[in-house]
């Protein structure tokens, strides 16, 4: 299973690990170090060269401005592993009714992520005869699982979105997968909303909702 052929092998592979992971998150009692701050030089280095650059980046910003989500959960609760958990089964919960109301419509919708993942894996020979369905499956699957490696301490991964920044209009958008945030790192980027934190003396960067990049079509780069 290293190596794929077919798209629909890899949609197997890629749910499987989703649901593997899953899993182990749900199972994580609460002693992840996940540093959504600065990151140290050993954690840099670590997360591979060819992200560096762009990291640094987008983690220098982020440390003067953005504020993490889920920032200081209460003493043993891990908040973000909670959210995450939640988003994820919401979302694997849309992603099984759109597969079945196109493939199987006489099927019924099930309650757990574990048990949508394995309706999704069980319908996908007739998933991967719609282009558009698989493509869907396997983008929504890179997304949720991005966040699930996120909650269990994996680092972050920076994606370079296509578009520009509706503001800015540079090339200068971020996503960040484990947060399904998406931030403009122009340090120049300045909107006409006085009330706005770009304005400030530290920038706060503007940012988005993942959901709001994922319009059909929208294509990304790594
Ligand atoms: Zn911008
Ligand atoms: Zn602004």
Do not use: F
């Not at 640094?56 to 973000?80: W, Y």
């Not at 558009?132 to 699957?141: G, K, N, W």
């Not at 931030?183 to 770009?198: E, K, Q």
């Amino acid at each position: 299973m290293s190596t794929h052929h077919n798209p629909t092998d890899a949609a197997y592979t890629g749910l499987a690990r989703l649901r593997d992971d899953y899993r182990l998150l749900t199972e994580a009692d609460g002693h992840i170090r996940r540093t959504p701050g600065l990151p140290t030089p050993e954690r840099l280095a670590a997360a591979g060269r060819a992200h560096l650059t762009d990291r640094a980046e987008t983690l220098g910003l982020l440390s003067r401005g953005l504020k993490p989500l889920g920032a200081s959960p209460a003493p043993g609760v891990d908040l973000v592993r909670v959210d995450i958990l939640t988003d994820v089964a919401l979302a694997l919960g849309e992603l099984e009714e759109a597969v079945i109301e196109r493939v199987a419509p006489t099927l019924a919708t099930t309650d757990t992520a574990a048990r949508r993942i394995g309706t999704i894996i069980k319908l996908l020979p007739k998933v991967g005869a719609v282009d558009d369905l698989l493509a869907h499956v396997r983008a929504e699957t890179r997304r949720l699982h991005n966040r699930v490696r996120y909650g269990l301490g994996e680092t972050e991964e920076v994606r370079t979105l296509a578009a520009r920044c509706p503001i800015c209009g540079a090339r200068s958008l971020r996503e960040l997968t484990g947060r399904d945030l998406v931030t403009c790192v122009n340090i120049a980027c300045r909107c006409d909303d006085d009330l706005c934190g770009c304005r400030d003396e530290t920038p706060t960067r503007h940012q988005w909702a993942g959901a709001d990049w994922r319009t059909p079509g929208m294509e990304m780069t790594a």
